[in-house]
């Protein structure tokens, strides 16, 4: 994008606001729409690299990069780490800036660029999604990218996902951002969460003899609460943590007239989970494993609610 006189004496802010400003004036024509020349703004190569460490991507990883811009994300990832993957863009011109980026890289053979309107393309092969679009356009996004496979790893620069938390956040100084003006950056990050809200069953042995468990769940994206019930007495869950398909949680409950800790961990994998489960008492102890069904399904704080946003300007930046 070209940079008005004395652009480098602006305020990092205000630079911020106009590149906003344009391309939200942008997006409010319909015409515009279908125009895939619209102000690109890159990635600085320093934040590229940050981003590329977050979401630690390596050779068995493949990686979607959404309004892709010259290739510089996917290329980097194909250098440096053996990633393969793929980028998409509307402007023609920076899919075959990308096409020449990857040569002279030496990578071709694992990236590929394509035109093409990024609410149309497939995202289930992803382990590893990059981004630099708009807010709006992230939150339009977001139902779809919730839909992935749980432990997809998510990258955004400067834009977040609304009231989905990132589980990482970082803010860092680009010095090639604006045109080589310089400038703050963020990078957000997110572990695609399972779906695991609901109540699940199952029996530990005891004595002996099975003793039957209940866990209520709640879920709102990755954070998750509930309560379990142990001999028709109730107890809140602690230490709760969802990451990816990655599940744990304990809590004490009495067991046979005795205070028992419970520790369970374990992989979510559809209705089942599978993992370990630890219990210690004064008098009880002893590590199971775990295999737990859901009973029924609640609302999980998942499905997106809001009315779909123009999405114009989703090639706008990157």
């Given at each position: ?72 994300i ?70 779809r ?30 010095k ?59 107890v ?53 494993d ?9 609302s ?19």
């Amino acid at each position: 994008m070209p940079l008005p006189p004395r652009w480098h004496e602006v305020p990092a802010a205000a630079r911020f606001a106009i590149h906003v400003a344009a391309l939200a004036a942008l997006s409010l024509s319909p015409a515009r729409a279908l125009e895939p020349r619209v102000p690109y703004v890159p990635t600085p190569q320093d934040v590229v690299e940050r981003m590329l460490e977050i979401a630690k991507v390596g050779p068995h990883d493949y990686l979607i990069d959404l309004g892709s811009g010259d290739g510089r994300i996917v290329v980097t990832a194909a250098r440096k780490y053996g990633t393969r993957g793929f980028g998409v863009d509307l402007n023609p011109e920076r899919i075959r800036e990308s096409t020449v980026n990857a040569r002279r890289a030496g990578v071709s053979e694992k990236v590929a660029f394509y035109q093409r309107d990024l609410f149309e393309t497939s995202l289930t092969d992803a382990t590893v999604i990059t981004m630099y679009l708009l807010p709006q356009v992230n939150i339009e996004l977001r139902p779809r990218l919730l839909e992935l496979k749980p432990g997809t790893r998510l990258v955004s620069h400067d834009f977040d996902m609304g009231d989905w938390k990132p589980d990482t956040h970082i803010k860092m100084d680009a010095k090639d951002k604006y045109g080589g003006a310089g400038g703050a950056s963020e990078i957000y990050f997110w572990i695609v969460p399972a779906r695991v809200a609901g109540v699940w069953r199952w029996a530990l042995p005891v004595s002996g003899k099975p003793l039957d468990y209940e866990v209520k769940l709640e879920q709102r994206y990755q954070v998750i609460t509930g309560s379990a019930a142990v001999g028709g007495r109730a107890v809140k869950l602690q230490n709760a943590r969802l990451r990816g398909d990655a599940i744990r949680f304990s809590f004490t409950a009495e067991v046979n007239g005795a205070s028992v800790k419970h520790e369970f961990s374990g992989r979510v994998a559809g209705e089942a989970v599978t993992g370990s489960a630890k219990m210690s008492g004064a008098r009880l102890q002893g590590q199971h494993d775990w295999n737990a069904r859901r009973m029924t399904t609640t609302s999980t704080g998942l499905r997106e609610l809001e009315p779909r946003v123009l999405h114009s300007v989703h090639s706008a930046v990157h």
